[in-house]
Nanobody
């Protein structure tokens, strides 16, 4: 079974930074995609950032472009989300996800349906 475990969440004031980590096991980085999603109370789960492990193509939600960076460390089987200039609206539970090929050679990094495995989440709270 593929397993993903998030860490690095916490409370930070607006303008601050956090780096989320996702430890991955049972998954080959070269065979699919990885992503970060978030969900605030009362809202639907939103795709934040994704990366295709074949050529490192990335996706970022418009709301986080220029502030968040997704990256991976193949040697340590870890996915990261560097979050800078945090805003109160970034407050949410953040989930790490992994997906395999399921739409031919197309990859929908921003869509929940692209991903097959999910972590339990790590809470990020941003205050003013």
């Amino acid at each position: 079974q593929v397993q993903l475990v998030e860490s690095g969440g916490g409370s930070v004031q607006a303008g601050g930074s956090l780096r989320l980590s996702c430890a991955v096991s049972g998954y080959t980085y070269s065979s699919g995609c990885m992503g970060w999603f978030r969900q605030a109370p009362g809202d639907e789960r939103e795709g934040v950032a994704g990366i295709y492990t074949g050529d490192s193509t990335t996706y970022y939600a418009d709301s986080v472009k220029g502030r968040f960076t997704i990256s991976r460390d193949n040697a340590n089987n870890t996915l990261y989300l560097q979050m800078n200039s945090l805003k109160p609206e970034d407050t949410a539970m953040y989930y790490c996800a992994a997906g395999f090929e399921k739409y031919g050679d197309r990859w929908y990094l921003e869509l929940e349906s692209q991903y097959d495995y999910w972590g339990r989440g790590t809470q990020v709270t941003v205050s003013s």
